[in-house]
T-cell receptor, first 115, second 113 residues
Framework: EAGVVQSPRYKIIEKKQPVAFWCNPISGHNTLYWYLQNLGQGPELLIRYENEEAVDDSQLPKDRFSAERLKGVDSTLKIQPAELGDSAVYLC?????????????FGQGTRLTVV | AQSVTQLDSQVPVFEEAPVELRCNYSSSVSVYLFWYVQYPNQGLQLLLKYLSGSTLVESINGFEAEFNKSQTSFHLRKPSVHISDTAEYFCAVKEGGSEKLVFGKGTKLTVNP
């Protein structure tokens, strides 16, 4: 079974440019998470999807961040425009919904550097 | 809102020494608890989890954690660490009935020869 796939692994962009990250969850996993991980910190939730519905986006900075999961499978997270402080690792995770006692599986993450 | 506190940001130990990484959570309802490990430049991997039943749970590589409801803790222990255990460890909690997964800030374990 393939794991959670994220791309790209690394991205370097200039500030004020747009950037997008892609995530393909494990087949059959309805719940999809996007987390932000700053250096030396724990993951912080940006947005959580149940199928195609964003059920928790309270921590997503909506002035510059957006996300979509149109068909309830893969998802894209976008930043426009990027700022220096957005440099971090963006993690995607998925789990089976309906049973809260299941673990989330994580992708390798996308390391973003804004210069 | 639920939160997770990992009291030690860094824990240096010598090889073959015992180690305990502390985790406390704040929740008044039933919870599911997880420990994840992150090796350098890699994603998070599940180490072990508490869902229900026995309060002591074990991983395949010798770690164990004990759920203590009265102290709202889920400390991670290993009686004898290896160099290869050097990594960052994250405690996480889900409240019963919710898919929201909240992480602590992590503890960096460094095992020295």
């Amino acid at each position: 079974e393939a794991g959670v796939v994220q791309s790209p692994r690394y991205k370097i962009i200039e500030k004020k440019q747009p950037v997008a990250f892609w995530c393909n969850p494990i087949s059959g996993h309805n719940t999809l998470y996007w987390y932000l991980q700053n250096l030396g910190q724990g993951p912080e939730l940006l947005i959580r999807y149940e199928n195609e519905e964003a059920v928790d986006d309270s921590q997503l900075p909506k002035d510059r961040f957006s996300a979509e999961r149109l068909k309830g499978v893969d998802s894209t997270l976008k930043i426009q425009p990027a700022e220096l402080g957005d440099s971090a690792v963006y993690l995607c995770a998925s789990s089976r919904s309906g049973t809260a006692n299941t673990e989330a599986f994580f992708g390798q993450g996308t390391r973003l550097t804004v210069v | 809102a639920q939160s997770v506190t990992q009291l030690d940001s860094q824990v240096p130990v010598f090889e073959e020494a015992p180690v305990e990484l502390r985790c406390n959570y704040s929740s008044s309802v039933s919870v599911y608890l997880f420990w994840y490990v992150q090796y350098p430049n890699q994603g998070l991997q599940l180490l072990l989890k508490y869902l229900s039943g026995s309060t002591l749970v074990e991983s395949i590589n010798g770690f164990e954690a004990e759920f203590n409801k009265s102290q709202t803790s889920f400390h991670l222990r290993k009686p004898s660490v290896h160099i290869s255990d050097t990594a960052e460890y994250f405690c996480a909690v889900k409240e019963g009935g919710s898919e929201k997964l909240v992480f602590g800030k992590g503890t960096k374990l460094t095992v020295n020869p």
